[in-house]
Nanobody, 124 residues
């Protein structure tokens, strides 16, 4: 599975940004798909996931109510809609695919394939 995320950039606090992750090699309705982020000097952090069935697992507490994950089966793409952005949301954002459809969707080790990441910077 190959993944390519895009849509990152620089945004002011309180603003919005949308990320996309185009998937090739498998269809998104056969994969668990996750979004993770990693800030400098910090461990990779789960953001949210959407299961192969289309059910959304819910976002991490740190982004709940501000970030939304969705997908388009027709476009074989998953999305991360981010609003009310804060400086602490600054990180490299990664999409990831789990072909084994693990139960533990919040764990990075459940995912087999990762995109190269896209930088999101939120200025105060």
């Amino acid at each position: 599975v190959q993944l390519q995320a895009s849509g990152g950039g620089l945004v002011q606090a309180g603003g919005s940004l949308s990320l996309s992750c185009v998937v090739s090699g498998r269809t998104v309705n056969t994969l668990n798909m996750g979004w993770f982020r990693q800030a400098p000097g910090k461990e990779r952090e789960f953001v949210g996931a959407i299961r192969w069935s289309g059910s959304n697992t819910g976002a991490a507490d740190s982004v709940k109510g501000r970030f939304t994950i969705s997908r388009s089966v027709a476009k074989n793409t998953i999305y991360l809609e981010m609003s009310s952005l804060k400086p602490e949301d600054t990180a490299v954002y990664y999409c990831a695919a789990d072909s084994r459809r693990s139960v533990a969707v919040t764990l990075a080790r459940s995912y087999d394939d990762w995109g190269p990441g896209t930088q999101v910077t939120v200025s105060s």
